[in-house]
């Protein structure tokens, strides 16, 4: 594994890629959930109080 | 300061009446020894581990355990009968708090200490060959220096759930290389007998101390609170 | 307010990604390859010949040892990890007098051994050879066993003080055996100048929160050492693939370097399951902004490792403020750049990650709101 030394480049930036794209999309995840569900407690407090 | 003795000496007094810190250490001392001696066993006799680098690494995880014990039951023990509360109403400066408690913490911490060197030389037939005081000097330095940092932390992992779990995770990477790394080489450099080699070690974990103890001074407050 | 925050986030997210495939550009294409300084062994000899030699470095293997030749001297077959370049091993061939206290060393070219040797055994052989020991030790150089196409690479031989003559680690001359793969620096070395900056936002974060006991600091310092672990983590990740490339192994438990960013690294680990572990919201806040001021120590100590000797023993390679081995200008430009462009990634990535924990914070107050009127 990682023979030579291109190996390795493409190896260390995929890493890069692969950390930096994760956290990203779990970033954009978070927020879609946390969106969804503040609007729908919203909805939800909006039928109560009627 | 004065405040912080009282605390210190009222923190001790519980302490010889109850034992039960000092006897559960003691027993830990002297079982994290005897894990050594029976892990250790075949390499000891084999001649494959030096007993010096031995001495220096085993005394050291067995100080630092031991002190992981001691300082979180040392905030556990008052949280759960609820004396923290009545320790925190006293007029008394937080900060003279945390020197009052790194103080007891320390001097218990560095009586098992003493027993696990004591421990050691019984149990691996170690001869500290006249540098058992050089070996107690640093066991002290070290001791101030995680007293200082942990006496902190377990203020803090004592506020959370899972707190007995906790305080390793949290201290064990701070003393990593302020107390652990240097103190193990000069304990070991003292063993063979060139405590001299060490100046940088030993200017290296007071440092820390300096700052730990500064750092704790002006956070314990917080820590605390509420 | 609210719009133009939305739109400094767009300009701000625009910027990074070209900022970062620039950085990829420059890296991949415009960043000369370090010198790879192969220097053969012959060259270097019959300047040096007849000197005092000290070669440090580490053992990657251990190979064998031949002991007890009466008329002759013991012989130690070791290769120090430093030394490799594509499977051109500088071997050095250690033949120990037994009346005389210095070591004769033979660069000879041998492609497949490696061997140990526990350094500090001094003159008397007995001992334990223990892979990963650091090695030094003085010889004299002799040119009569050279194979005439032997090469010495990766190394400079510097003359120091009278005949001593140094053989170097790798990073501290500027030289590098692996020259391909060098090129991971540029984003290495960024994201270790990010993650200190994020824990460095984490502790000004803390230290405001504790002062001013406004939450917005607390989410700050939260946000900011939840980044930070994803650039350290990229940082300790995509250097030993280097390592790995230049000095042979993986990782080194010896270098400071190596160790101490670990350790920063599960520091921050500890700070954020600490939050994991205290329920109530404003506890949580001031008692990690305790902990966040408190392990920010580790930063400093693994930023200053590779440069305070020696008690912090190192070969990791110095970039700032190191006197030699500086980067040629083309490769100092794309390092600028690459550390641009992951400071305005982490000022991007942070307002982002504040933004969330707002709505976090948000989501909670309305469930609680909830919970009271029902």
Not at chain 1, 33 to 49: A, N, P, Q, T, Y
Not at chain 2, 9 to 20: G, T
Not at chain 2, 68 to 77: D, E, N, Q, R, V
Not at chain 3, 63 to 76: A, K, N, Q, R, T
Request: proline fraction near 3%; include cysteine.
């Amino acid at each position: 594994m990682m023979s030579d030394s291109w190996t390795a480049l493409y190896v260390a930036y995929s890493i890069v890629w692969l950390g930096l794209f994760s956290f990203l999309g779990y970033m954009y995840l978070r927020q879609r959930r946390i969106d969804k569900d503040i609007k729908m407690l919203k909805e939800e407090v909006s039928k109560h109080g009627k | 300061m004065r405040a912080a003795l009282i605390i210190a000496a009222k923190d001790l007094k519980v302490e010889l009446r109850s034992k039960e810190m000092l006897s559960a250490m003691f027993l830990f001392s002297l079982l994290i020894v005897l894990a050594f001696r029976f892990g250790f066993s075949n390499a000891v006799n084999s001649g494959a581990v030096g007993l010096p680098e031995l001495a220096s690494s085993a005394l050291w995880i067995c100080f630092s355990f031991a002190a992981i014990l001691g300082m979180y039951t040392s905030f556990a023990k008052e949280k759960d009968r609820e004396t923290l509360d009545g320790l925190l109403l006293a007029p008394v400066d937080r900060s003279d708090l945390y020197l009052g408690k790194a103080l007891s913490n320390l001097i218990v911490v560095f009586f098992v200490d003493l027993l696990s060197i004591a421990f050691f030389a019984l149990f691996f037939s170690f001869d500290y060959g006249g540098q058992a005081l050089a070996v107690v000097a640093l066991a002290l330095l070290g001791s101030v220096t995680l007293v200082l940092v942990g006496t902190l932390v377990a203020a803090i992992s004592v506020n959370t759930r899972a707190r007995e779990a906790l305080l390793p995770i949290l201290l064990i990477p701070l003393i990593a290389f302020s107390v652990i790394v240097p103190s193990v080489t000069a304990t070991k450099n003292a063993m063979v007998g060139g405590i001299g080699d060490s100046v940088q070690q030993i200017e290296s974990v007071a440092a820390f101390a300096a700052i730990f103890a500064v750092l704790g001074y002006l956070t314990f407050d917080f820590v605390l609170e509420g | 307010m609210r719009m133009d925050r939305k739109k400094l986030g767009t300009i701000l997210v625009v910027v990074s990604v070209v900022l970062i495939l620039m950085t990829v550009y420059l890296a991949v294409f415009f960043a000369p390859l370090p010198q790879t300084g192969v220097k053969s062994a012959g060259e270097i000899l019959s300047s040096v010949e007849g000197s005092k030699l000290k070669v440090a470095g580490f053992v990657s293997a251990v190979y064998s040892i031949h002991f007890g030749m009466l008329d002759g001297p013991d012989e130690v077959i070791f290769s120090l990890a430093d030394f490799r370049d594509y499977g051109r091993y500088l071997q050095a061939n250690a033949t120990h007098s037994l009346n005389q206290q210095w070591w004769t060393v033979r660069p000879i070219d041998i492609k497949s051994i490696s061997g140990g040797l526990n350094p500090r055994m001094g003159p008397n052989l007995g001992g334990v050879i223990v892979v990963g020991a650091n090695l030094s030790m003085d010889g004299i150089v002799t040119s009569n066993t050279i194979a005439p196409n032997s090469n010495v690479t990766g190394f400079s031989l510097s003359s120091g003080s009278g005949n001593d003559i140094t053989f170097g680690s790798v990073g501290s001359f500027g030289l590098m055996t692996a020259p391909v793969a060098q090129k991971i620096f540029y984003f290495h070395m960024p994201s270790a100048w990010a993650c200190y900056l994020s824990f460095g936002v984490t502790l000004v974060g803390s230290a405001l929160f504790l002062r001013t006991r406004d939450h917005k600091y607390d989410r700050v310092a939260y946000s900011s050492a939840e980044i930070g672990i994803v650039f350290a983590t990229i940082a300790i990740t995509t250097g030993p693939v280097w390592a790995r490339q230049e000095w042979g192994v993986y990782w080194r438990w010896d270098d400071m370097k190596l160790v101490t960013t670990f350790v920063l690294w599960l520091v921050y680990i500890g700070y954020l399951s600490l939050r994991a572990a205290i329920s109530e919201p404003s506890a949580k806040a001031r008692v990690s902004a305790v902990y966040g001021i408190l392990s920010f120590i580790t930063v400093p100590m693994s930023f200053l490792s590779s440069r305070v000797a020696p008690l912090l023993q190192s070969s990791h390679p110095q970039v700032i403020a190191t006197s030699s081995g500086s980067l040629s200008p083309q490769a100092g430009m794309t390092i600028g750049i690459a550390v641009v462009a992951f400071t305005v990634l982490f000022i991007t990535m942070l307002i982002k990650r504040v933004e969330i924990a707002e709505a976090e914070e948000e989501l909670e107050e309305l469930k609680r709101k909830i919970g009271d009127e029902e």
